[in-house]
């Protein structure tokens, strides 16, 4: 019965190195999303995996953001050359499947991975 | 492109008391859902209701319930009987045809003893 998993839970690295931040979704569950929670900000969509299908992008502020989805189950966040803009709580996210004309499953949350860029 | 309003930063609350978060947003779509998520200092995100347009009647769960008006895009979450592991931050969502949540900026709760 395990929840949504991510590692690390926290990260500091230093301006212009890349990062990778992975997530490990509840199992079956066939939709996953990235999202950025900037300090005193609300949650901000990043990318969102369905299924085989092409993974909509259009929340990645850049192109030094990018994701990946293997298999269908763990997705890995990339943000290379890090800036210090960078920093926040990035969530991570998984549904049994979004249903057409609107978004009634509910999604469930890992616990998060802090990145610190110094 | 849709936005999720929320109007107050901060509200504390006494123990036992009642308090009510207010939400508002902003769609051209009519089929949608709205959640509003409990955000603990452990950062885990928590579904604490959810409300489907569609529906005029009122969601609730246990001491949480919600007033939503369609016509004014308003949808306000009321705690009754607060207790103190209700502290947290509160954020208000939408859920529309594109599958991915938009949040307002949350509410931080305090509950005081």
């Known amino acids: 019965g395990a929840g949504v998993s991510q590692s690390p839970s926290n990260k500091v690295t230093e301006k212009g190195k890349d990062v990778e931040l992975r997530c490990d979704p509840i199992s079956g569950h066939t939709a996953l999303y990235w999202y950025r929670q900037s300090l005193g900000q609300g949650l901000e969509f990043l990318i969102y995996f369905q299924g085989n299908s092409a993974p909509d992008k259009s929340g990645l502020p850049s192109d030094r953001f990018s994701a990946e989805r293997t298999g269908g189950s763990v997705s890995t966040l990339t943000i290379q050359r890090t800036q210090q803009e960078d920093s926040a709580v990035y969530l991570c996210?998984?549904?049994?499947?979004?249903?057409?004309?609107?978004?009634?499953?509910?999604?469930?949350f890992g616990p998060g991975t802090r990145l610190t860029v110094l | 492109a849709q936005t999720v309003t929320q109007s107050q930063p901060e509200m504390s609350v006494q123990e036992a008391e009642t308090v009510t978060l207010s939400c508002t947003y902003d769609t051209s779509e009519s089929d949608y859902y709205l959640f509003w998520y409990k955000q603990p200092p452990s950062r885990q995100m928590i579904l604490v209701i959810r409300q489907e347009a569609y529906k005029q009647q009122n969601a609730t769960e246990n001491r949480f319930s919600v007033n939503f008006q369609k016509a004014a895009k308003s949808f306000s979450l009321k705690i009754s009987d607060s207790q103190l592991g209700d502290a947290a931050m509160y954020f208000c969502a939408y859920g529309g045809s594109n599958y991915k949540l938009t949040f307002g900026k949350g509410t931080l709760l305090t509950v005081n003893p």
């Open positions: 996210a998984s549904s049994l499947f979004p249903s057409s004309g609107g978004n009634s499953n509910e999604q469930f």
